[in-house]
């Protein structure tokens, strides 16, 4: 464990049994500063639960599978089951870490405690940064399913903004609008798998919405299959929502270890579901070449009723993420700004709401500023690969835990490491190229600001 980490686990500190004293006192306390209030613990194993779903089951599950079609073909179902294991190791991962380590912040926190400040640094900086660009793009995609085009910048900004409200006046509306999101996403997705399983044959023609036309691989090969296991992935990888709202559950060895895999678990099936679903009522080839598929599938059904539901349940889907995604960012950069890691300001806890509104706030304004100037369609690639950054971080520090500390077998974080990194691999060269600038940005701002006190602490002294 580090010597400079930001909670001192030493005889000055104190223990309460296996945890800190820090935890029982309400006061988090960053190095060389001053102790600042910890988060108010409200968050059962349901509101958990709630979150996590409301991460992964976002936008991605309503288009994700056309391009997964495209590379695995009829193995697509393989490609599931390969993102399934490296999802899972990843979980557990960060679930037992959640454990050790329950502040705001997440692998950032996990990082800095057990690698040193550099890796948490990393893991941190890739999230806010990669992840911010994230919610831009949701937003704009929320505007542009609702209004025409000459109105989507202004629409997206609405969107961000008030998202960003809700998530700046505390974790029980977040929880409580993603729960709302969840059900009403889950029961159309149901409603539409069993209708098309009714009345449709099998392999039924898609009624094709601007499809491309491109078809999958008539041979599938293993390239191919884990380019799938790729995209599936990032499609339903939102379960570090739970693990970085650490601060706010409720007894977290015991709420945390019950809801990650809970969700995961719910996710998965769901997402199993609905695969078999379109493999076997539309075929990987039409599938292949659908540009949104679970649309395109409640057309074919013919119910007019159920394709305005699935319009909806995506924006919804996608307002759900999205707000999982602010409540995450902005504890990550709390616990960043408790570190110095980000301007101090952001960690302020809001005395009414108990949030971290300054952080929120100030995310959802540079969400909305992003919208504005931004061009996004290619520009968000870095998020991928700083998403695999942030999960080889937590099973690298997961690796490390002692025996004490672990609550799976070591060989879960080393699978998760090596299926990270095998992703990372199979990543597009652009997605890497910006990856590595948005880290590079990242450590050179750091340095500077380090050489900054440095130089200020001098002449002080001197």
Known sequence: MQPSQSVQHSAVAGETGRHPVWLHSGLVTPTGSAPTPALRRVIGTGGAVAIGLAAMVGAGVFTVWGPAAASAGSLLLVGLAVAAVVATANALSSAQLAVRYPEAGGT????????????????????????TASCAAMALAIASAVVPPVWQRPVGVAVALALGLLASGGVVRTVRASLVAVVFVAAVLVALMVTAMLILVPVAPLVADGGSGVVGSSEP?????????????????????MATLGEEVRDPRRTLVRAIPLALGIALALYLTLAWVLLTRVGPTALAGSTAPVVDLARAVGSPLLNVLVTVAAVVAAAGAMLALFAGIGRTALGMAREGDLPRPLARVSGRSGAPAAAQLTVAVLVAAIVLVADLRGAIGFSSFGVLLYYFVANLAAVGQPREERLFPRIIPCVGMAGTLLLAVLLPLPSVVGGLAVVGIGVLIRLVARLFVRSRRIVQDG
């Open 221 to 241: 090969t293993l390239l191919g299959v884990l380019q799938a296991a790729g995209l599936l992935f990032f499609a339903f990888a939102g379960y570090a929502r």
């Open 108 to 131: 950032y926190v996990y990082g800095r405690r057990r690698l040193g400040e550099w890796w948490g640094f990393l893991a941190g900086w890739s999230f806010v940064v990669g992840k």
